[in-house]
C-alpha cells in the first residue's frame, strides 16, 4: 500500500472510532518489506523475502482507555479493530491522567530527515549475497585461526508509518536501514572462541564496506583466543564503545518519566543534582537528519525534539510521554514511545554522550592497569535499586597497553558510584544505532573471578 | 478434497486440502527438496493495573502464513499476512527461488497427523468474560498490598492468548493445533522510610484456562510471593564476590540448565561445530548425579506443544545421562543434514520466522538427597531461590543467569538475604561440579520466554535443589 493509501486506513480508523463512541483515538500504522540474505562457508544458507503491515489503535472513552490491533487492513478488518478497542476500553477503570496530547503540543519537524534512502530498495538480491559472502570471506581468510563461521548475513528494510489521532494529527514517514555482519568463530586447541562485527546504515552506500567488516570480526574474534579466569579484585574498566551505550540505556531507563512516577528509579528525586561527573553530558536527540533515532514526530504525535539529560555531570531533564508528564506535572518531551499491539510507553531518539578528547590508546595508557570490556552479557541490573552486575569478557590492560584476554568474570558496582566513578571519555564517538557512546573508562568496579 | 478443512483455515478462509497441495507444489517449482506451509491465526488479549488502577487493555488479532523452501542446507522464506490465493502463491513462488531447477517433487495426498492433546481447556480464558479477567489483576493488586503495609507499589498484568496453527509439509504431513495460553505476573515494590525501594517479581501460568488461577495458583499467591520478595530484600547485604558454593533452590533456578547446557545442545549450532557442545556426545559434561532432558509433552506446561511449528509431534529428549552427553535438539532441517530425526525440537515465534531447533522445558531429574541437607553440608556459600534472565554464548560455553534472591549459608545455616549479583560459569564444566541432587523436582511457574536470533519462544524450565562446589559469584563485596 502507498503512504496515501495507509493515511486513509488510519483516517478511517479514526472516524470510526469517534463515531462509535470514543471521545478520542488515536491510530498507528506501520508497514515495511524486509530482505536478508544469509551466507555461511561461502554458500547461500537463508535467503528471506517479505511484507507485512499491521495496524494499532488507541481509544479514550471519557477517561478509561483500550486498545487493539489487526494485521487485516481491510475496510472490515478495521471496523473490528475499532470495535474491539471500545470493548476492552470498558473493563478499564478511569484515570484522571490518561488522554491524547493537547492539540497545541501536537506537530512534526518539516524538511528532510534523511530517514529515507532511495538505494536501499534498488538492491538486488544477488548485491545482497554477495555482500555477505565477502564480509565473510574476509574474515574466513585474515588468520589460520578463524576456523569456522557461524555465517554473515545481509539485510534491508524499507517500510512507513502512519499516525493520526481524533484531535485533528496527520502524519507519516518512510524509512530504510541495511545492514550487513559477520560471525568468524577462531580456535586455538581446545578453545573456540566467537565475535562479531555489523555495520547499519539508513542506506546502502553508508555501509562499511564487506571487506571491512570481515576484517572487524576476525579481529575481535582472534583476539580472544588464549583467555584467562583472572583472580577476583577492584580495577578501573574501560567499557569499548558497544558495550558502553549499554549504560546509557540503564540511565534511559532511570530518567524515563514511568520510572520515576512509579518511584522506581535510582534517579528519583536527583533533578538538578551533580550525579555523574562533570565530562558527562548525555543527550537524547530525535532531530538529526538521518540518524538512527530520529522521526518528524513522536509515536503521540508530538514533535520530535532534543533534550539534554545529564549536562555537565547535572541531572537536568526526565522524559516524559504525555502521561508519565501530567502524572507529575510536568510537559511532554515528545517521547511517547508505542509498539502497535502494546500501550504507550516512553522511548528514546539518537541517545548518547558527548564525547571526550582521548583517543582509546590514551585511555589505556592512562589507566596503566585496568580490564577494557568488549563484551557484556546477561541481565544483571536493577535501575530501580542501581544494582549493576553483568558477565563480561574482554582484555587485561597492563602497562598502559591491552595485553591478555580474560574471560569468565563479572563486573559489579552501583550505578550511581559508576557515574561518579568516570575517569576518562573517548573522542571516538561514532553515531551507529539510536544509542551510541564512545569509550567510557570507569573506576573501582568489583571484579569477580576466581 | 476440495471442501473446506474443518479447521479455523478452512471456516474463516475456504482453505481446502487441494489448496494446501497447490501451495507446496508451487514452493518446489523450482526444484527444492522440501517445503512446508505454517498457517497461523493468533489472538491475544491483556489487561494492565498500575497504581490500583486497571489503567489500559489490548485485544487484537493477527494472521499470516509463512512458507519455506529447503534446497540441501539452503532456505528460502517467504510470508505474507494476507491468505487470498494471489498472495500466497507470490509467496510460494518467492520462498522457491532459493532452489534453481525443474520440480522435482509432485505434492498430493495430505496425510492428517494423529492429533493428541496436551492442554484440555474446556473454556479457552479468551472465551471467559473479561471482567473475571479483570478480578485476578485487581485481587493481585488487594493482596500485595495487604501483605506488608511498605508496599507501595503494585503493577499486575494478566495476558491470554490462543494460536490456531496448520502446518502441511511436502512429505505429506497435514497437522493442525490450538494452543492456548495465559499469565498472570505481578511486581510489587516495598520501601522503609525513605530508603532505597526494592522489587519483587512472580507470577505463574501455562496452556491452561482461568480455572488455574486459584490454590497455590491463585493471584493471591503470586502477588504475596512478590510482595514477600520486595521485603525480604529491604534487608539484603550486597552480594559477595568470587568463586564458592552455590545451593539453587528448586524449580525456577532451572534456567541454569537452559543457559548452561541447553542452548548449547541445540542442533543447529552442533552441526555447524560452533557450539562449546560440538562432537562431544558420549562424553561426560556432568556429574554422575546429572540427569537432564527436555520434554515438551508435560500436560498444560507452557513449554508443551501437542506438535511443534514443523508438524512434528514433541517428546522427552533425554539430554545428558548420568553426566554423559547422549542427544542434540534437532528440527527438520538438521535432522536432515546429519541423517537423524527430527526430536520435535522445530519451533518459532510466529508465522514471520523460520523454525530453529528449540528448547521446551528443560529439567534435571530428581537425585536422593534431602534438601535440608544440602543446605547443612555448606560452611560458606551462597542459596539462590530465584532469578532474573540469562544468557550464554554458546561458543566460548560461558553463560551467565541473575539472582534476584539469594541467601548466604553460614556453617549449614541459611542467614542474611543479599542483593542481586550475576552467576557466572562454563557450559561444560559447572555441571561437573554438582555434588548433590536433591529430591524435590519443581517445574517452574509457567512465565518463561526464551530468546534466540531475535525469536522469542514461551519455555519452562526445572530443577531440584542442586549444589554447586564452585561457581563465580559476581557481587562486590
Known amino acids: 500500500m502507498s503512504e496515501a493509501l495507509l493515511r486513509d486506513v488510519a483516517s478511517l480508523a479514526i472516524r470510526l472510532a469517534t463515531e462509535r463512541g470514543a471521545t478520542d483515538a488515536e491510530c498507528t500504522i506501520a508497514e515495511g518489506d524486509e530482505f536478508s540474505a544469509t551466507v555461511r562457508l561461502g554458500e547461500v544458507e537463508t535467503l528471506k523475502e517479505a511484507g507485512s503491515r499491521a495496524a494499532g489503535l488507541r481509544v479514550l472513552l471519557g477517561q478509561r482507555q483500550g486498545s487493539s490491533y489487526t494485521s487485516d487492513l481491510t475496510e472490515e478488518g478495521i471496523s473490528q479493530m475499532v470495535d474491539a478497542a471500545i470493548a476492552i476500553a470498558r473493563i478499564t477503570e478511569e484515570d484522571p491522567y490518561a488522554g491524547l496530547p493537547e492539540r497545541e503540543e501536537l506537530g512534526q519537524l518539516t524538511g528532510d530527515l534523511q530517514l529515507f534512502a532511495e538505494d536501499v530498495p534498488q538492491v538486488a538480491a544477488a548485491a545482497r549475497i554477495d555482500a555477505a559472502k565477502r564480509a565473510e570471506a574476509t574474515a574466513m581468510a585474515a588468520d589460520a585461526r578463524i576456523t569456522n563461521s557461524e555465517g554473515a548475513g545481509c539485510e534491508t528494510y524499507s517500510g512507513s508509518r502512519v499516525f493520526a489521532n481524533s484531535r485533528g494529527f496527520l502524519g507519516s514517514y518512510s524509512s530504510t536501514t541495511a545492514s550487513l555482519s559477520a560471525t568468524p568463530v577462531a580456535t586455538a586447541g581446545e578453545q573456540m572462541e566467537r565475535d562479531y562485527w555489523h555495520s547499519i546504515s539508513r542506506s546502502w552506500a553508508g555501509l562499511e564496506s564487506p571487506e571491512e567488516v570481515g576484517r572487524k570480526a576476525a579481529h575481535r574474534a582472534l583476539r580472544r583466543l588464549g583467555s584467562r579466569k583472572i583472580e577476583t579484585c577492584k580495577a578501573t574498566v574501560v567499557f569499548e564503545p558497544r558495550v558502553a551505550k549499554s549504560l546509557l540505556g540503564h540511565v534511559f531507563e532511570a530518567v524515563s518519566g514511568e520510572s520515576i512516577y512509579r518511584k522506581s528509579s535510582f534517579l528519583l528525586d536527583k533533578l538538578n543534582e551533580q550525579i555523574a561527573v562533570e565530562t558527562v553530558t548525555l543527550i537524547d536527540d530525535a532531530t538529526i537528519p538521518g540518524y538512527f533515532g530520529t522521526s518528524p514526530f513522536d509515536d503521540e504525535g508530538v514533535p520530535s525534539r532534543r533534550t539534554v539529560i545529564i549536562e555537565k555531570g547535572v541531572l537536568k531533564n526526565y522524559l516524559f510521554n504525555t502521561y508519565a508528564a501530567r502524572k507529575l506535572g510536568a510537559k511532554t518531551t515528545g517521547n511517547g514511545a508505542r509498539g502497535l499491539t502494546g500501550a504507550a510507553g516512553i522511548g528514546h531518539g539518537t541517545l548518547y554522550l558527548e564525547a571526550g578528547t582521548q583517543t582509546p590508546e590514551e585511555i589505556f595508557a592512562a589507566v596503566g592497569t585496568g580490564l577494557y570490556i568488549t563484551e557484556l552479557i546477561g541481565f544483571g541490573v536493577n535501575t530501580v535499586t542501581g544494582d549493576y552486575s553483568r558477565g563480561a569478557a574482554g582484555l587485561w590492560i597492563e602497562d598502559g597497553k591491552l595485553s591478555y584476554p580474560v574471560a569468565e568474570i563479572t563486573v559489579a558496582g552501583h550505578l550511581l558510584d559508576m557515574l561518579k566513578n568516570i575517569t576518562h571519555i573517548g573522542s571516538d564517538l561514532e553515531f551507529r544505532g539510536s544509542t551510541c557512546a564512545p569509550t567510557v573508562a570507569i573506576s573501582d568496579i568489583t571484579i569477580s573471578g576466581k | ?477
Not at chain 2, 505476573?185 to 520501601?191: G, P
Not at chain 2, 548420568?322 to 535438539?329: D, Q
Not at chain 2, 544440602?374 to 560461558?398: A, E, M, P, W
Open chain 2, 1 to 477: 478434497m476440495v471442501s473446506p478443512l474443518s479447521n479455523l483455515f478452512g471456516q474463516k478462509f475456504g482453505l481446502t486440502e487441494r489448496d494446501l497441495e497447490r501451495y507446496l507444489s508451487e514452493a518446489l517449482s523450482k526444484g527444492g527438496d522440501y517445503a512446508d506451509l505454517y498457517f497461523e491465526y493468533l489472538a491475544t488479549s491483556s489487561i494492565s493495573l498500575d497504581e490500583s488502577l486497571v489503567k489500559s487493555a489490548t485485544q487484537g488479532v493477527t494472521l499470516g502464513v509463512g512458507i519455506r523452501v529447503l534446497s540441501g542446507e539452503r532456505t528460502g522464506y517467504a510470508y505474507s499476512d494476507d491468505l487470498s490465493p494471489e498472495r500466497i502463491t507470490k509467496a510460494a513462488r518467492t520462498a522457491a527461488c532459493i532452489a534453481s531447477g525443474p520440480a522435482t517433487e509432485i505434492v498430493q495426498g495430505l496425510k492428517t497427523a494423529e492429533k493428541r492433546n496436551l492442554y484440555p481447556v474446556p473454556v479457552l480464558a479468551g472465551d471467559t468474560p473479561l471482567e473475571e479477567r479483570v478480578k485476578l489483576v485487581k485481587r493481585a493488586d488487594a493482596a500485595a498490598r495487604a501483605y506488608d503495609a511498605r508496599v507501595f507499589q503494585v503493577q499486575a498484568v494478566y495476558a491470554d492468548s490462543v494460536r490456531h496453527v496448520l502446518v502441511a509439509t511436502s512429505d505429506g504431513r497435514l497437522s493442525t493445533d490450538v494452543q492456548p495460553m495465559a499469565r498472570l505476573n505481578v511486581s510489587a515494590l516495598a520501601r522503609e522510610d525513605n530508603g532505597v525501594p526494592q522489587r519483587g517479581y512472580s507470577g505463574g501460568g501455562g496452556r491452561i484456562g482461568l480455572d488455574f488461577f486459584s490454590g497455590s495458583h491463585s493471584p493471591e499467591a503470586f502477588a504475596t510471593d512478590a510482595a514477600r520478595q520486595a521485603i525480604v530484600q529491604l534487608h539484603a547485604v550486597d552480594a559477595p564476590a568470587g568463586e564458592m558454593t552455590v545451593v539453587l533452590g528448586p524449580g525456577w533456578p532451572g534456567i541454569l540448565l537452559h543457559e548452561a547446557v541447553g542452548h548449547g545442545l541445540e542442533a543447529d549450532f552442533n552441526r555447524k561445530g560452533v557450539s562449546a557442545f560440538s562432537g562431544r556426545i558420549g562424553q561426560q559434561v556432568a556429574s554422575k548425579l546429572c540427569t537432564v532432558v527436555d520434554d515438551g509433552t508435560i500436560a498444560s506446561r507452557r513449554g508443551s506443544l501437542n506438535v511443534d511449528d514443523e508438524g512434528e509431534p514433541t517428546q522427552q529428549n533425554v539430554l545428558i545421562e548420568n553426566g554423559v552427553l547422549r542427544a542434540y535438539l534437532t528440527d527438520k532441517l538438521s535432522a536432515r543434514l546429519t541423517g537423524g530425526e527430527s526430536t520435535g525440537s522445530g519451533r518459532r515465534e510466529n508465522y514471520q520466522h523460520y523454525p530453529m531447533p528449540r528448547m521446551t522445558n528443560t529439567f534435571m531429574l530428581n537425585g536422593e538427597s534431602v534438601p535440608e541437607e544440602i543446605i547443612r553440608s555448606v560452611k560458606h556459600g551462597l542459596y539462590c531461590t530465584n532469578f532474573g534472565g540469562g544468557q550464554v554464548d554458546i561458543t566460548s560455553g560461558n553463560f551467565v543467569f541473575s539472582a534476584s534472591e539469594s541467601f548466604l549459608i553460614e556453617d549449614g545455616k541459611i542467614t542474611r538475604p543479599v542483593r542481586g549479583a550475576t552467576l557466572i560459569g562454563n557450559g561444560p564444566e559447572s555441571l561437573k561440579h554438582v555434588s548433590m541432587v536433591g529430591n524435590d523436582l519443581k517445574l517452574d511457574m509457567g512465565i518463561g520466554v526464551c530468546g534466540k536470533e531475535g525469536q522469542s519462544v514461551p519455555v519452562g524450565v526445572g530443577m531440584p535443589t542442586i549444589k554447586i562446589d564452585q561457581m563465580t559469584v559476581g557481587g562486590t563485596r
